[in-house]
């Protein structure tokens, strides 16, 4: 039969409620103590029942992470396990449990807020959050901490964790004009998304810092999965009649989608037009033709996310925004376009 916390006191010589106090807040029993209660611990070999610690406390030690995007697509994403790798690395060192949750961005808001209603988990890190502002906002009000990952909101009291998508549109876009580009499209995401605003943001600021006028035909929307890169490339090509030399996408798996479009249509990249993506994912190196990409350090995302978790769940300080920096990896998927620097077609 199982050790219970009776035995492990008794074995001790101390009081149940001592054995609680020291393997839940040490600092508030003797070290000699303490080290009687670890001893019997370790001899009874003796596991904390978590359900019965929960009823105690009123917590049920689980933190919920939601992944959301359109009609599933995320599953696929090869973010989604660099993300998740951060977040259960630093959960499963500490005394919370990790609950996957995956929804659709239409189910999204009512998921969200059942999660809140059932008091299934003490804690939500929500990632690829699609809802509107308003809709957030009103989760972050709720008593049940919070923190978004690659999203942010400018109100205090929301916690979020982020690339700086400012630089990273800036950086992607700079590259295409220092090579000579000049005609350059961009694929972006949902606007009322702070990462795609931002991206999008540093693309036109690169042109505007470049003496380049920000077309608002080149401004193409679509989401941040290969199924739309494409489809927007492809209205791109059709509708395009002076000649787009480049694309930026705000997503490697929309700049997949869009090369593909290329492709199709009987061009070549970056011979004909160049792209750039974000994201860095894995294998973006090994696309048909390998892609310049933004990298960002979604693992190091995941793991800040998670840290910040547990420390509002154990009521420490916690920085509200963290912006982690991105840096340009330039691969065979940009070139010069055709007549600038001497090249010839």
């Known amino acids: 039969m199982s050790a219970t916390i009776k035995d492990v006191a008794k074995l001790a010589g101390v009081s149940i409620s001592t054995v609680s106090l020291a393997l839940n807040r040490p600092n508030e029993v003797r070290e000699e103590t303490r080290q009687r209660v670890l001893e019997a611990v370790e001899k009874l070999n ?26 599933y697509e995320q599953f696929s994403s ?33 998921f969200v807020r059942e999660q809140i209603r059932s008091r299934s988990c003490d804690g939500m890190i929500l990632w690829g959050s ?25 109100h205090p009291g929301t916690y979020s964790v982020t690339s700086n998508d400012l630089h990273g549109g800036y950086y992607a876009t700079k590259h295409l004009l220092e090579l000579g580009h000049r005609k350059i499209a961009f694929i972006g995401a949902l606007q009322g998304i702070s990462s795609a605003r931002e991206r999008c943001d540093g693309y036109k600021n690169a042109l505007v810092e470049y003496g380049v006028p920000v077309d608002a035909n080149l401004v193409l929307s679509a989401d941040y999965y290969q199924e739309s890169g494409y489809a927007a490339m492809r209205r791109l090509l059709e509708l395009d009649k002076k000649g787009v030399t480049a694309v930026f996408a705000a997503s490697d798996l929309m700049a997949l989608g869009a090369m593909k479009a290329v492709l199709d249509a009987g061009l070549r990249v970056p011979h004909d037009i160049s792209v750039v993506g974000f994201d860095n994912i894995p294998n973006s190196d090994l696309f048909v033709v390998p892609l310049t990409t933004v990298a960002m350090p979604a693992r190091e995302m995941g793991e800040i996310a998670a840290a910040k978790m547990i420390h509002l769940l154990e009521r420490q300080a916690v920085e509200e925004k963290t912006e982690l920096d991105v840096e340009l990896v330039v691969r065979n998927s940009t070139a010069p376009p055709i007549g600038a620097l001497g090249r010839e077609g």
């Open 130 to 154: 699609r809802m509107g502002e308003e809709s957030l906002l009103d989760i972050f009000r709720h008593a049940l901490p919070v923190v978004t990952i690659g999203r942010y909101l400018n």
């Open 78 to 110: 090869p973010l989604l396990f660099e993300i998740v790798k951060g977040i259960s690395e630093v959960i499963r060192a500490s005394e919370y449990d990790l609950m996957l949750h995956m929804t659709t961005a239409e189910e999204e808001v009512r």
């Open 46 to 71: 003796y596991h904390p029942n978590k359900m019965a610690q929960g009823l105690i406390r009123k917590r049920t030690g689980n933190i919920s992470v939601t992944i959301s995007g359109p009609q």
